[in-house]
């Protein structure tokens, strides 16, 4: 496909011809670029949906900087999600296994209400998570974490009231 064609990419035989002409290319980037053949492949599947989702709005001559902006972005989240993620388990992981002095059944409700935690944690959308844990665990305000994340201290805000609501519920029992 040229640049300068400007026609759609919906068409199956166009999107087969680019996806074969761009797929080697952008994984040869995105594994210089972050350093994981997997993560590669993966971006590299999800950019692709990520075109033919938005296939009509894309045109020929934008495609291929429009697939590599989205490939890198995906990247980019999928490092920030990790680095948030290892940061919280090394937290839990250091934290002391119990507490002297107290009663067996207090021990053993501590161990459950931290799976319900964890649990909880987990099943949070990743943005959610990301500002719950930037919060509550890095102990960041919320106006650094709108700084970290681009976002506005408002959005931090929404996110964070959410992510409580779905702690609550799990911890509750309600889900």
Not at 6 to 25: G, H, T
Not at 117 to 143: C, G, H, M, N, W
Request: glycine letters at 2%; aromatic letters at 10%; a positive charge.
């Amino acid at each position: 496909m040229k640049d300068s064609d400007n026609s759609s990419l919906c068409n199956d035989k166009r999107y087969e011809s680019f996806f074969k002409e761009q797929a080697k290319a952008l994984y040869s980037f995105l594994l210089v670029k972050f350093g994981d053949s997997d993560l590669s492949k993966d971006l590299v599947q999800e950019a692709f949906i990520k075109l033919w989702e938005n296939c009509n709005k894309v045109g020929g001559s934008t495609a291929k900087s429009y697939l590599y902006k989205i490939a890198v972005n995906l990247g980019i989240s999928s490092k920030r999600h990790d680095q948030v993620k290892y940061k919280y388990q090394n937290i839990i992981a250091s934290q002391p296994a119990h507490i002297e002095n107290e009663t067996p059944q207090f021990l053993m409700e501590e161990v459950e209400f931290k799976e319900k935690i964890k649990k909880a944690i987990s099943l949070l959308p990743d943005r959610q998570r990301e500002v719950f844990l930037l919060s509550r665990i890095e102990k960041k305000t919320y106006k650094e974490i709108a700084v970290l994340l681009d976002i506005s201290v408002k959005a931090v805000e929404k996110l964070m009231h959410k992510a409580l609501l779905k702690i609550r519920a799990v911890t509750d029992g309600v889900k």
